[in-house]
């Protein structure tokens, strides 16, 4: 059951950031401080030899994001 409730977690998580970033997008024009964002990225990357890969990752953040986040997790201990 651990797994399970890890990936509930990682998807409510996931939708929470999703949700508050496309609202702080919307109501960015109206309330300017929820449309500033800071854009977090990685790029491991390696070639050995016989395999080579490069992946980008990127993480858009703004405060209507993070609220979005804190919501999605009081939304999952509300479950449990």
Do not use: H
């Amino acid at each position: 059951m651990k797994g399970k409730e890890t990936l509930t977690l990682l998807l409510l998580l996931l939708s929470g950031m999703l949700c508050g970033s496309i609202l702080g997008e919307i109501l960015g024009p109206w309330i300017p401080f929820l449309a500033k964002s800071k854009e977090i990225s990685w790029t491991p990357a390696a070639d050995l030899e016989i395999l080579k890969y490069n992946i980008n990752i990127q993480v858009k953040l703004n405060l209507a994001s993070i609220g979005g986040l804190a919501l999605a997790f009081w939304i999952y201990r509300r479950m449990k």
